[in-house]
């Protein structure tokens, strides 16, 4: 067997030790650009998130509210189909439309303000009006979060948006009938408590519930 001696034994694990250096930086640099190359257009969604976080944030903390804006988060959501945003006040976490980057582009003539900006401060006034009643439950768009969008300086912030996204539709699926009148009253979805035919109920009860006149189920579509 052929012993080598210190000295070339220790150049060639050198030789080696370089090797394996240039291979890991090799693979490494690989797997650093390959996330890049494959979500690069989702940087920009992220980077935006992260700024409109900051964003409110900030706006919290000028109203007080530094306990809600230590937890509160922002994301782009493309789940969301016909909703420009939505606010989950147990995860602290306001989700907004990615389609409103796009209709940020299209509308920058057309509208005075951000679309994603006052979008953002809708979503941030539920949240705020959550935090300062605590558990109380309130209404989506009750007094609570009026005051807190004024706060938000959306004062005259309307309950829904108005921009063209697409909006959902469905065959209704069942068909309930007034007992008295024949009224037919098509639902999408099954009615589950007692409900009257109104017109019936305001002619023969005085507008009140009367059973008489509970709507039946006559045809189901499935």
């Known amino acids: 067997m052929r012993l080598l001696s210190p000295s070339r034994t220790g150049g060639k694990q050198k030789k080696a030790?370089?090797?394996?250096?240039?291979?890991?930086?090799?693979?490494?640099?690989?797997?650093?650009?390959?996330?890049?190359?494959i979500g690069q257009a989702n940087n920009k969604k992220a980077s935006d998130a992260l700024a409109l976080q900051f964003q409110v944030r900030a706006l919290l903390r000028s109203l007080g509210a530094h306990t809600l804006a230590r937890e509160v988060r922002v994301e782009w959501n493309p789940r969301l189909k016909t909703c420009a945003g939505?606010?989950?006040?147990?995860e602290k976490l306001i989700s907004l439309n990615p389609l409103l980057l796009d209709h940020e582009l299209l509308s920058v003539n057309r509208h005075s303000g951000s679309e994603i900006d006052r979008t953002l401060r809708h979503e941030l006034a539920h949240l705020l009006a959550q935090f300062r009643v605590g558990r109380r439950r309130i209404a989506?768009?009750?007094?609570?979060?009026?005051?807190?969008?004024?706060?938000?300086?959306?004062?005259?912030?309307?309950?829904?948006h108005n921009l063209p996204?697409?909006?959902?539709?469905?065959?209704?699926?069942?068909?309930?009938?007034?007992?008295?009148?024949?009224?037919?009253?098509?639902?999408?979805?099954?009615?589950?408590?007692?409900?009257?035919?109104?017109?019936?109920?305001?002619?023969?009860?005085?507008?009140?519930?009367?059973?008489?006149?509970?709507?039946?189920?006559?045809?189901?579509?499935?």
């Open 165 to 222: 996204f697409a909006s959902k539709s469905f065959p209704p699926r069942f068909v309930y009938a007034c007992p008295s009148c024949n009224e037919k009253f098509p639902r999408v979805r099954r009615i589950r408590r007692a409900i009257a035919c109104l017109a019936c109920c305001r002619k023969h009860n005085g507008g009140d519930f009367d059973p008489r006149f509970r709507l039946k189920l006559a045809t189901t579509n499935s």
């Open 86 to 90: 939505r606010a989950d006040y147990r």
């Open 17 to 37: 030790l370089r090797l394996f250096k240039q291979l890991e930086f090799l693979v490494v640099g690989r797997a650093l650009r390959l996330p890049v190359q």
């Open 140 to 160: 989506p768009h009750g007094s609570e979060w009026r005051e807190a969008c004024g706060d938000l300086d959306i004062a005259d912030e309307a309950r829904c």
